[in-house]
């Protein structure tokens, strides 16, 4: 089913059938077909029950084979044990589109889970799409469309909202009545059986009404095709994600919810980026950035105007800004002759404008258009405190037409309560977001800025790297594995370090000179081959971490040290050892990948040495990367800057990193057995001398 | 004036003339006659007009002069120029206490500066505490008493704010009123030309009402005042502190409001945390913060369990407790039991105790009480989503019902807007905390368990270090001021190498051997002296980081390498140069010290080496600092934590860092020209066996 379908069958069908359709008015059920008719949608609706009969007003039919054409959407609402029994049904009526709201599935333990399963194998047979189970349904604002029994319809607006739990759509729809706030779509999800988060984005992306995409998010079943979903999305609606269950607390309590798999938080800020997505960590953090951005033009630059009468709220309004990485207007002697003849006496008229005590209502108009036509400035935040002698509601009307159709971002913050309640509602509903914190009202604008910043950014998909051995490296992965293995059906092992390193190798990834030895005089051999000095690793499959048992010995400059060195490191012969061609001087730099539950491969680059754990200077991406998305991760870190070169120190090869990144990540593209690598030390060299894998570590899993 | 006197002239006063009065209500000098009246103040009300008659139905007085007794609170609302010779009259009048809320002075420039340092003149020669210019004046919810024109009185509470700004004491309480929320004093302090922050913490200390001090504040007049003050308080009363100007741009706000100075964020930072005040970013988190601390109990632990009938704001409060270190509870066995018996059918007993959909109200008292039993739950949070089948309004009585005397910490989170109007009032009149969101609800008990954990930490008032030679030192700054300055009455300088290490031994801080060589002989001897190997710096007065201009060489190991290295460093013997033993391997910190405007010396520690600007890993403390203190601040940093020791090696002389932390506090407080000190870097041995400063850097200002 395409997109462009899934979204018509779920938000614009033609007929709705509501299996378990109910007269009692204590029941959820009798809600549905009550908002279906209440709520205004105009198509016909049909209510199934055995009893047949009439319900609300309705022809009831007893069964969803007896209902005439129109019908392209049916919403369950029966006992969970029920359901399969109707959702065949449907199957067989010629349905491509249900909602099971029933609850008492997954999320109830390993019989529920079963139960849902069987949902699965009905729909799959049928071509079914299904949202749900245990959900809410469906609301679509404009159409007007609601399939939900929640009481309350929201005000059409510019936010679709894609929620894992209905609950939370309830809650929202209750505050934005309040507040005059709108949404065009609604979809909850539930326990994603089917329809998911990322077909839940898709279904918005057309709809003409959508201007930004909120999502609350506790699992994602597909995490890949949720960031590729929203990649293709993002750079023309944007996409504001919540997600829970970011922390080992939120984990847990996910876990219990929808009994989904919450993943790791460095994977899902790495799949984030590569998605797209305006990252927020609150409800409310959620609505604020998504009332901007469902309003406001995108601004052009990061500079932002205070227009306030109170110093103190617009001292932390510039606090705000300054953490969203925004930057306070300089007012130019132009502007501020022009906005003196506008403002009381005494208004300080740089940023920001501070009309002190009395402004009259409409200098907020008179000042904020001045504001908005100087050059230099890109947003423009108007502040009120209301004050024994100014009339908010005028103050209101005079923001309102500052806000409305000027080609910058305008946002009110006003600080209060009890007297501001018609204000907000009026604000909102006008297309002007109001805040009752400066620090909110800053992250509002900062988050229009991100999303500036982030439909602009470059490509980030990546060039495949094809000038690898995939044939070698299958083979290294399977002689591992049989010797490891030795026919086990499942396992992890670790690959010994000389395979490891032809793996990288095989991949392109720059090792340094080695052979294994079997005896002193081989290695003294294959040290007159790599060249002094070298180095001396012991060899042997359990050895992971070597530094820490002696297994290692460094800077052997003649074969009288290597064979010392030997006895030592193999234990009088007891281990073979890998002989190895000592890297010049160089930074340290811990390059690695492993395998997220929820969104696959990822990549990881940060400060190498011995402090790698205490200083956590790592950045995280999806793997394969592209070249510009691993400059980008290079840069976010520490290490990064350093490479970069400081303190007259010369700058390291940064583009030998890069392209080990990309390499790296397209190995464990191709090979899924491959769990976990590690290069740890990548030695960087000094700009266009390259980078060596000094240390690869590869852990497979079968 | 002691502080219970201060307390009672302005919050209890017999007797208050308002200097300014008005008939007519369009005036704000009106409202502050009309608020006194109408607003309950019981003592006499004396309107000064030189007009005399009746304002308001009162006598009013010509002068202040006429007034009878009693009288000991003057509140002055006439035009800017006219307040000097008022305030004389006051002080001619004999009055202690007088109130300013007329603005126009240093906020507006160099000329209303003059006329405020006029008013500071008067008040001294008078003896008079003066809370303004530039403020609202104060209330006294419970007396109560309201010297501002704001239209409305809060409601009686247990939150006292302190408050810079005006404004912002307006908008606070039109959003109190709205949620229920109480107050017990408010103080808008203005320009505090005399009352200051730190004057309006002390005056909420005793106050039998007041269970929490919010404190907004801009600039403070006298850091260290204020940082007495609160520490001298904190442990008996919670201090929730926000701050503007902590940023760039916030600096340059502040700066254009109240031409206060904000100062450094890492200051305020080390200010904070000797002050023991709870820190806060915006208004509504510390609203959301002093509400509980208003309203519970302190926790004993910081274990929380979550009592919903919704999975998804439950999963985001998870987050959000782990954000806050709070963790999730483990619910025993037979408290789930417990749970079972009281909780509908299929309810998650684990944590959150997620009720689903449809709990009846008197489970949520049900539930809490047995969940507050439990010795394993040190607080609870109680959420709930309003649902068409469960009346909030009940729930919420229900929720009273479990908070209402409970021995620990309970909340509320209700997830919605428009139906929870009634349901915010009756949870925050009756003691339990309302919060919108999950992530503020988690905010609000983080701030408890912080402030629980602040008021049990140890002592942190340092001891001074008296096996110092003061005079030593002084003869050593003198000399190096003499020999730049020679004359000039202000400026700055640097110490040369060799000085500032001397001003450092005669401290008691360890220096490696050193000495000054004219010649290569010298430099010679003194290394055969020194011992080898040695180092070798360049020694001119403009010469600071050594480093990056070749004048340091490192591992001379023989007398040959010194005369080599002497020729290099000196440039051929054009400067002189410092012989130093080379001091053996060990961990490179940096630790320095540096004067900040508003809070005096600070001291610093964190990682040294070349790369300490990159890695920023950096702890601030206000100097003179405690031996434990000076662990904190070292095992806040990443150097701290490698100091104990990581993969094997032994952990560095972390005791002989604290000494030396210790150290250079008492030598910046004792010499308050020393306006910047370095040591980088501080080469610290492993445990016991000593810290080396092997490069002091201290700039003098005169």
Not at 25 to 32: D, E, H, I, N, R
Not at 520 to 531: F, I, N, P, R, T
Not at 608 to 637: C, H, K, N, Q, W
Request: hydrophobic share 45%; glycine share 10%.
């Amino acid at each position: 089913m395409t997109r462009e379908e899934l979204a018509r069958y779920f938000f614009n069908p033609q007929g709705i059938a509501v299996i378990g359709a109910s007269s009692d008015p204590t029941k959820l059920s009798y809600g549905v077909v009550h908002n279906l008719i209440t709520h205004g949608y105009r198509g016909p609706i049909y209510p199934i029950n055995p009893k047949g009969g009439e319900i609300q007003g309705l022809k009831a039919y007893p069964s969803i084979l007896d209902v005439p054409d129109p019908l392209e959407l049916a919403v369950i609402m029966i006992r969970a044990e029920a359901v399969p029994e109707a959702l065949t049904a449907c199957g067989e009526r010629g349905l491509k589109a249900v909602i099971v709201i029933t609850g008492g599935f997954r999320e109830t333990g390993a019989e529920g889970a079963a139960l849902e399963a069987s949902l699965k194998d009905i729909a799959v047979r049928y071509g079914i799409r299904l949202i749900g189970p245990n959900c809410v349904g469906v609301m679509d604002a404009h159409l007007p469309l609601d399939t939900t029994f929640i009481t309350m319809m929201p005000e059409p607006g510019h936010i679709a909202f894609v929620s894992h739990s209905g609950a939370i759509c309830g809650g929202s729809i209750d505050w934005a009545r309040s507040v005059g706030v709108g949404y065009s779509r609604i979809a909850s999800l539930g326990n994603q059986l089917d329809v998911d988060i990322a077909d839940g984005i898709e279904m918005m992306k057309d709809d003409p009404n959508t201007r930004v995409i909120s999502v609350y998010a506790e699992g994602l079943p597909d995490g890949r095709r949720f960031v590729e979903a929203a990649a293709s999305i993002y750079r023309s609606k944007p996409i504001v994600m919540l997600k829970a269950g970011l922390t080992t607390a939120g984990v847990q309590a996910v876990a219990s919810h929808t009994g989904a798999l919450a993943g790791n938080n460095d994977a899902y800020v790495a799949a984030c980026h590569r998605a797209g997505v305006v990252m927020v960590h609150s409800l409310q953090e959620q609505n604020d950035v998504a009332m901007a951005l469902a309003t406001q033009p995108l601004p052009r630059g990061n500079r932002v105007a205070l227009l306030t009468n109170a110093g103190g709220p617009a001292a932390l309004a510039a606090d705000a800004l300054d953490r969203q990485g925004l930057v306070m207007a300089t007012i130019s002697a132009a502007t501020q002759e022009r906005l003196k003849a506008v403002t009381p006496p005494g208004t300080q008229l740089g940023n920001p404008i501070d009309m002190l005590g009395g402004p009259r209502p409409e200098m907020y108009s008179a000042a904020g258009k001045i504001l908005l036509e100087d050059p230099d400035v890109d947003m423009l935040m108007t502040i009120f405190v209301p004050q024994a002698i100014t009339p908010v509601n005028e103050v209101v009307q005079e923001m309102v037409k500052t806000g409305l159709g000027a080609a910058k971002p305008v946002v009110a913050c006003l600080v209060g309560g009890e007297s501001l309640t018609e204000a907000i509602y009026t604000l909102n509903r006008s297309g002007v977001p109001y805040y009752r914190d400066p620090n909110r009202a800053g992250r509002a604008l900062g988050g229009l800025w991100e999303y500036r910043q982030l439909r602009e950014r470059p490509d980030l998909t990546p060039t495949p790297v094809t000038d690898v051995d995939r044939e070698s490296t299958q083979a290294l992965l399977d002689a591992a594995w049989t010797r490891h293995g030795a026919g086990a059906a499942r396992g992890a092992c670790f690959l010994d370090a000389e395979s490891a390193a032809q793996v990288a190798a095989a991949y392109g990834i720059t090792i340094p000179f080695s052979g294994l030895a079997d005896s002193v005089d081989e290695a003294v051999a294959l040290a007159e081959k790599a060249g002094y000095p070298v180095v001396l690793k012991r060899i042997a499959a359990d050895v992971v971490h070597k530094a820490d048992v002696g297994g290692l010995a460094l800077d052997l400059r003649d074969a009288e040290a290597v064979r010392v060195a030997f006895n030592h490191v193999t234990e009088g012969g007891r281990t073979r050892a890998m002989v190895q061609r000592m890297i010049p001087k160089g930074q340290e730099v811990i390059l690695g990948a492993k395998r997220d539950a929820q969104f696959g491969p990822q990549l990881m680059f940060g400060m190498g040495g011995l402090y790698v754990e205490i200083l956590r200077d790592v950045a995280f991406r999806l793997a394969p990367i592209s070249a510009e998305d691993a400059r980008g991760m290079i840069a976010e870190t520490a290490a990064g800057r350093i490479m970069q070169g400081v303190r007259g120190e010369p700058p390291g090869d940064i583009a030998a990193v890069v392209e080990t990144l990309r390499r790296v990540g397209q190995l464990v593209t191709d090979f899924p057995n491959i769990a976990e690598m590690d290069i740890n030390p990548l030695i960087v060299g000094p700009a266009g001398s390259g980078a060596w894998a000094v240390d690869v570590r590869i852990r497979i899993e079968v």
